[in-house]
């Protein structure tokens, strides 16, 4: 980002999703924990609201996810992203099940797979202004498709030597398995804003994946004791 360019926003769903996340895995001493030391106390009597509106400056999910990873560490960290993007791609099917449906319906099924896969992957990047500022350009090599975009909630304020974005590649995958009836696609993360790279770039596959996260790892609660 030059110096000149305002600091993004994202919607006040995405926040709310990913407080009502720390509160499923840490429970309410747990996200008091968390918010306090990210210094956005407040929200703990004043949860943003449940609507798409641009309105939570990038530095506060920065905030949260440094505070998460000073209580559990870098493990932690990286189950607690891969959890909140399920949790935030579930979310939106239930509160915009119009929306999905839609694009679920627009998919021509005489495609082969990868003709669907790639036209979800179009639908998905066509949808992402809604939810942040950021355009996303998608590139298909070599039988992969490549969505790429300048930047993730991830790794948006983040340094780190390996990519980072759990989160997105979580959602990413989650929102084209369900577009399509696929669960053979897979979704690497290939370039990361936080590692220096000048974007965030995710290639997409039709091949085995395996479990981004494991559903009752404990981590996080014992971290800060849960409850």
């Not at 360019?5 to 990913?18: C, G, S």
């Not at 998905?124 to 909630?153: M, R, W």
Request: net charge neutral; proline share 5%; hydrophobic share 40%.
């Amino acid at each position: 980002m030059t110096v000149n360019q305002p600091e993004p926003k994202v919607a006040n769903i995405t926040l709310r999703m990913l407080l009502n996340t720390i509160t499923r895995l840490m429970g309410r001493r747990g996200l008091r924990l968390i918010l306090s030391r990210a210094d956005r106390i407040y929200y703990l009597a004043d949860m943003p609201p449940e609507n798409f509106q641009l309105a939570v400056p990038c530095s506060t999910l920065t905030r949260i996810f440094n505070a998460i990873e000073a209580v559990g560490g870098k493990r932690a960290m990286r189950m607690f992203m891969a959890h909140a993007g399920k949790d935030y791609t579930e979310y939106l099917w239930q509160a915009i099940p119009h929306v999905f449906e839609s694009m679920r319906d627009t998919i021509d099924r005489t495609l082969t797979p990868h003709g669907q896969l790639r036209y979800a992957v179009d639908l998905l990047a066509a949808a992402g202004g809604q939810f942040a500022e950021v355009k996303v350009v998608v590139e298909e090599i070599d039988n992969a498709i490549y969505f790429t975009l300048p930047y993730t909630l991830d790794s948006w304020g983040q340094n780190a030597e390996t990519p980072i974005c759990w989160s997105m590649r979580t959602s990413l995958e989650t929102q084209l398995k369900r577009l399509t009836n696929d669960n053979i696609i897979t979704v690497r993360e290939m370039t990361c804003r936080a590692c220096g790279n000048a974007n965030c770039s995710f290639q997409i596959s039709r091949e085995e994946s395996l479990p981004l996260y494991a559903e009752r790892d404990p981590l996080i609660s014992r971290s800060v004791g849960g409850g």
